[in-house]
């Protein structure tokens, strides 16, 4: 099977998910208009029986019930009606996505997986084999945008990323991407190395400016986010990265559907919600007839140490804050990030001379909402001036990350490659 048909297969693979999720939604409206149409006819009956057992003024009274019953069992009827007639047309509509999907892989479907769940099972055959063939991938795309932190996964995915679009001969396709938080979120310097880092391959780099920031968010919501309500990801980065998206497919001009990579540095070993995900997979939020949108995670079975070994070997420019030991270059108080990271981040803050801390706890104190349920941003930076009063102030060398990670000679090697480059 050539990648056009693979590509041709998600796409139908998508709009049969659509037209099924489209024809279950009108099923339950129908069963609940039908329902509504058998309670009003109920109230009608019994308005109609109270107006005959009525007498006296109460019958003006009863007579006007029985009228507003008329209205809201033919206003009922009327939604019943149009609830059927798009539960008809999301059967058919369901069912020819079907067949065409049916029709499109039954060449191609001898010695693959098919089973009950034929439809998923269809799509996590044909993905899995687009992720073992990132150039041809690449050379289908219309646009690939490379979701960029600056953190060490974006790092190491970015320079598979354009490594391979170089071979394949499509830097002009990738778009790094980085959602700038502002200085009250992230660490400082972390949009000019995320330009950097882009700028190194050559690669167009668009900053997406997320106004306020993590506090800009919290002040306005008058709470913190959590890890079952992370709006902070939502607002503050995927939706202004799908703005960009529906830029990018508006500027290509294409006649044709669009096929739109995003890429995510996110990898297995993470977190077992990350586990979970897949390699490559249809983002099925944003794609539409306009574009086959692929969220694709390039670096997904790498360990922590294989990360930092690429880094180490490739003489890739990571942030400083990791040679102070903090684990991930999100938010400076991550609200997924545990206590130890967190009380190692607010005597980084100490050492850089940054309010961050101060700021934070004068917000918990404003809106009187915690950090995280389990405790506040005060009791962290309680804890650092514990340990700094039993250890002084935070210190830190050059290269530690990979000193911590990889050893002594691998982070010497890494700072004579840095200079060399420098
Ligand atoms: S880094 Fe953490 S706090 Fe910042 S946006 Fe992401 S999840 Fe939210």
């Given at each position: ?376 941003l005060a009791d962290v930076i309680k804890e650092a001036a514990r340990i700094e009063a039993e250890e002084g102030p935070l210190t830190w ?26």
């Amino acid at each position: 099977m050539d990648i056009t048909t693979r590509l041709q297969l998600l796409e139908a693979v998508r709009r049969a998910d659509q037209a099924n999720a489209a024809h279950t939604a009108a099923s339950r409206a129908c069963s609940r208009a039908t329902q509504a149409a058998v309670e009003a006819l109920t109230r009608l009956v019994h308005c109609d029986r109270q107006l005959a057992e009525a007498s006296g003024p109460d019958r003006i009274r009863h007579g006007d019930m029985l009228d507003a019953a008329r209205q809201t069992y033919a206003e009922s009827g009327r939604r019943k009606h149009a609830a059927r007639t798009k539960l008809r047309r999301t059967f058919v509509a369901a069912r020819t996505a079907n067949r065409e999907l049916a029709a499109l892989y039954g060449p191609h479907a001898r010695g693959r997986a098919t089973g009950g769940k034929r439809r998923s099972a269809v799509a996590a055959s044909v993905l899995d084999e687009l992720a073992a063939m990132p150039l041809d991938l690449i050379r289908a795309a219309d646009a690939i945008l490379v979701h960029s932190s600056a953190g060490k996964d974006s790092l190491v995915m970015l320079h598979r990323l354009a490594t391979w679009a170089a071979q394949a001969g499509c830097k002009d396709k990738v778009v790094v991407v980085h959602c700038d938080l502002g200085d009250t979120s992230e660490w400082p310097g972390v949009r000019e190395l995320a330009q950097r880092q882009a700028e190194r391959y050559g690669l167009r780099f668009v900053a997406i400016d997320a106004d306020g920031g993590l506090l800009g968010l919290v002040e306005k919501r008058g709470m913190f986010p959590d890890a079952t309500r992370r709006l902070c990801t939502s607002t503050l980065k995927r939706d202004k990265a799908n703005v960009l998206l529906t830029a990018i497919v508006t500027a290509l001009g294409l006649d044709r559907q669009a096929l739109i990579i995003n890429c995510l540095g996110i990898r297995a070993a993470e977190s077992t919600a990350r586990s979970r995900k897949l390699p490559l997979s249809i983002d099925t939020r944003t794609s539409n007839g306009k574009r086959l949108v692929l969220t694709w995670h390039p670096i997904f079975t790498l360990s922590d140490a294989e990360v930092w070994q690429e880094i180490a070997s490739e003489g890739l420019e990571y942030h400083p804050a990791y040679d102070a030991l903090i684990p991930r270059l999100s938010c400076v108080f991550c609200v997924l990030a545990g206590f130890s990271v967190l009380v190692r981040a607010v005597r980084l803050c100490w050492a850089l001379d940054l309010p961050l801390p101060q700021q934070y706890k004068d917000l918990e104190a404003r809106i009187g909402h915690r950090f995280k349920e389990q405790y506040s941003l005060a009791d962290v930076i309680k804890e650092a001036a514990r340990i700094e009063a039993e250890e002084g102030p935070l210190t830190w060398r050059p290269g530690d990350a990979i000193r911590d990670q990889l050893g002594d000679t691998a982070a010497d090697y890494y700072l004579h490659r840095l200079a060399l480059a420098a």
